[in-house]
């Protein structure tokens, strides 16, 4: 099946269904989209949790030897299985090497050097040159570093513009740079909220604000993808309103990253930052990823340096002269840490098997189909937050539930050893991801859901009560 926007959205697998002469919802639908997954075979590269190590305490969990559903790669990745290897190597080269294993490394890959195992693909996946990634700290840190050469605020010109509703931690280091600077940061940061009764920001709203509040902005700053309601912006027409105004322009790909396609370089982006521990499946508090843009390589932008951003020609002559490496390994601080950076390369190495043109391709087709399959169910108690048009999303939706039903859901699905995550009050994250979900994975949760929300519309009592029985007017 040839995928394109149209394949992608939900309206197609009605159509689909009947060509196949099977029912939409039927799980011979789900098995006949398996079977024809050109990437079925990456799922094997993974470590799948089994239910009955994820339900909670004394869930008493159908087949609990089998794989829990996991659709939770937009809050921590699954492990890939080639991970463990590559950092027991690292602690065998630490334990009969010692400190000569930062040189002399029995698999090539001295420790001095070691981040540039992972750079060529990084940089694959954000769309930049190796020379513009580095890979380094963590998400906020870089977001802080980045923003010492990036947010240079001037009397006329000091404002940030961001959403309103971005994630906290993005909010915290906003606020916290313009303090740094002298600035109230309810006077320097404009947020952007949906216009009322919408849910997700429309770029012509952000263009607007660019172009009429441009000439004040030092930097227009946005997720990638929107960690609640998964909107994917279109960073394209963001960065160049934002360059054409003269206003540095950065992104967090946090949710971004391995997930949507990304050109970072040709959009003209300056800078940007993502961690690796969602779609990069590096693992728990994985090491960070900072992009710059070519132009910035041998500006003489103020910075704040340490020993790992200077020429490592002349790193150890101990001189005080920092000669920063043209490009974004500059921004490097300290050395890098080792079993993080094999973990990632671990990861890097189940994409390289693909590409993704080929995983945005299948993540169309398994969000179109759980969409699709949702939006099948009669009075089912929540809306879609996230936009129904596939290329304004990754390949998360965010389901908003009526209002008292929502953790009663959580923790049925919970039970049932389906991992999603909720943020609260009202909404459930769902994130098929392309590299080890199934569509049966999606078929198994939408059928444990339906179940989930007939329960939880039932009292204590056993009553049903009429608002319940009417649910959420959907479109
Ligand atoms: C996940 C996430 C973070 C987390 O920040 P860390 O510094 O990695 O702890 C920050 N911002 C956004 C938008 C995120 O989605």
Redesign the pocket.
Known sequence: MAITAMTAGSQHYGGLAKELGVELISVKMAKHLDEKDPLKHLRAEFCIPSKKTVVPEGADVAEPDTACIYLCGNSLGLQPSGVRTLVNEELDVWATHGVTGHFRHPKKRPWVSIDENVIVQSAKIVGASPKEVAIMN????NLHFLMVSFYRPTKDRYKILMEAK??P??YYAMESQTRFHGYEPDDAIIQMSPRSGEHTLRTEDILDTIEREGDKIALVIF?GVQ?YTGQFFELEKIAKAGKAKNCVVGF?L??AAGNVPLRLHDWGVDFACW?T??YLNAGPGGI?GAFVHERHARADLPRMSGWWGTDPATRFLMDNVFRPIPGADSYRVSNPNVLAIMSLLGSLNVFSQTSMTDLRAKSLQLTGYLEALLLAIPNRGFKILTPSDPSQRGCQLSLLFEEGLMMKVFEALEREGVIVDERKPDVIRVAPTPLYNTFSDVWQFVNILKTAVVAARIDSAGNVSEEARKGFVTS
């Open positions: 963590s998400l906020t840190a971005a994630f931690s993005d997720s960690y967090d946090a949710h961690c521990y969602k960070g």
